[in-house]
């Protein structure tokens, strides 16, 4: 079942502009996390935030976590053509079967126009 | 290795065959994944592996996929009586400990039935 459901689905914007993604969820989690996909294959992690950490910072990216709203939000700043990709959070969550499962969700797909 | 290796990189097999996939983990990574991923999709959990826990197996699809792995080291991934709807990049992902932690992903199995 999906756990993080991202907002937008697409995102275009202009170099230098900052690009703001979003990510809800529904039960309660350990962490959250981003990650970044090119052309459909691996994914690379970019950031990960606890549940008890409000904000957290790497490079250009901020992410914020608002437990309360089951809530994330990625600012990427100053962006550039290269950050065009597709960004998902994953939501560590303790599963059924006792382990702690990543679950991830259908991803923002980002354009940066040079 | 330096990183998640997974083979082969591309497969096209014929309806009702049987595939195997395999990925070898970053070495030391005790938690292995299994995740597959449909065209312009996010990402489906399949099955985990943690040291020598019992996997949690909870994302199969049906009783024609199955998955193993010995001790620490090289996981296989076997689809049996292959059907069209298992088309998908297949990604394998490892971390360091159980919890949630930062996933090192592959570059996925390109799966095509025709």
């Known amino acids: 079942s999906q756990q993080g459901e991202e907002d937008p689905q697409a995102l275009s914007i202009q170099e230098g502009e900052n690009a703001t993604m979003n990510c809800s969820y529904k039960?309660?989690?350990?962490?959250l996390q981003w990650y970044r996909q090119n052309s459909g294959r691996g994914l690379v992690h970019l950031i990960l935030?606890?549940?008890?950490?409000r904000e957290k910072h790497s490079g250009r990216l901020r992410v914020t976590l608002d437990t309360s709203k089951k809530s994330s939000s990625l600012l990427i700043t100053a962006s550039r053509a290269a950050d065009t990709a597709s960004y998902f959070c994953a939501t560590a969550a303790r599963s059924g079967a006792g382990s702690y499962q990543l679950t991830f969700g259908k991803g923002t797909k980002l354009s940066v126009i040079p | 290795g330096a990183g998640v290796s997974q083979s082969p990189s591309n497969k096209v097999t014929e309806k009702g065959k049987d595939v195997e996939l395999r990925c070898d983990p970053i070495s030391g990574h005790t938690a292995l994944y299994w995740y597959r991923q449909r065209l312009g999709q996010g990402l489906e959990f399949l099955i985990y592996f943690q040291g020598n826990s019992a996997p949690d197996k909870s994302g199969l699809p049906s009783d024609r996929f199955s998955a193993e792995r010995t001790g620490e080291s090289v996981s296989t991934l076997t689809i049996q009586r292959t059907q069209q709807e298992d088309s998908a990049v297949y990604l394998c992902?490892?971390?360091?400990?159980?919890?949630?932690?930062?996933?090192?992903f592959g570059s996925g199995t390109q799966l095509s039935v025709l």
């Open positions: 039960t309660s989690i350990n962490n």
């Open positions: 935030i606890r549940s008890n950490e």
């Open positions: 992902a490892s971390s360091l400990v159980l919890g949630g932690e930062k996933l090192f």
